[in-house]
């Protein structure tokens, strides 16, 4: 693994997503390749500094949660994230089949993998934005990131899945459509498992 290079397409996605798209979504390398070139390390570093920063605003307020459970909830969200990758491309891949584009699998995944680079650099930094500022600025920018990453994938299902331009509209929507649906069925399904119960 390439440290640098996984910084270089990090700061590609955030300031340059077309160009970086280009460069490394076409051709589409494997999805073994992506996990393990950029995925991963995306993940495991945003995790890092996401601990880092919640060690520090914890250790700043009275809460105090320990540390850690902070470093499980950490690697769960490495294992939750790269888990969404994988639905969120099979979806992808669904739809771009059905809509006129490459219906391949490594295509939708690495298209998945690097739009969403940025919400993971904004949950990476949002403790810090918390730290700074006070009220809903860290929820804030993670839904401008998310909505950053949502145009991204948007434009990037015509370059790297060769989407039609008038079917890329219907293909985005029904795929925002599923995942809303998953994730409600997911909350349904768990909610009960993962929540407190009130006593």
Do not use: C
């Amino acid at each position: 693994m390439d440290l640098a290079a996984v910084v270089g397409r990090m700061r590609g996605m955030l300031f340059e997503p077309d160009a970086t798209l280009a460069a490394h979504g076409v051709p589409a390398p494997g999805w073994r390749l992506v996990v393990r070139e950029h995925a991963l390390p995306v993940l495991v570093l945003t995790s890092i500094g996401a601990f880092i920063l919640l060690v520090v605003l914890t250790s700043a307020s009275e809460t105090g949660a320990s540390i850690g459970l902070i470093a499980l909830f950490m690697a769960g969200r490495v294992v939750l994230n790269l888990a969404g990758l994988f639905v969120m491309a099979a979806i992808i891949r669904f739809y771009a089949g059905m809509f006129g584009g490459k219906a391949g699998f490594d295509a939708a995944f690495v298209l998945v993998a690097l739009a969403l680079t940025p919400l993971y650099v904004a949950e990476m930094i949002g403790p810090a934005v918390q730290l700074v500022f006070s009220g809903p600025a860290a929820i804030l920018l993670i839904l401008l990131a998310l909505g950053y990453a949502f145009a991204i994938l948007y434009r990037g299902t015509g370059l790297v899945l060769a989407v039609p331009q008038e079917s890329r509209g219907a293909h985005f929507g029904l795929t925002l459509v599923t995942l809303v649906v998953l994730m409600m069925l997911a909350g349904l399904l768990l909610g009960p498992y993962v929540l407190p119960v009130p006593a």
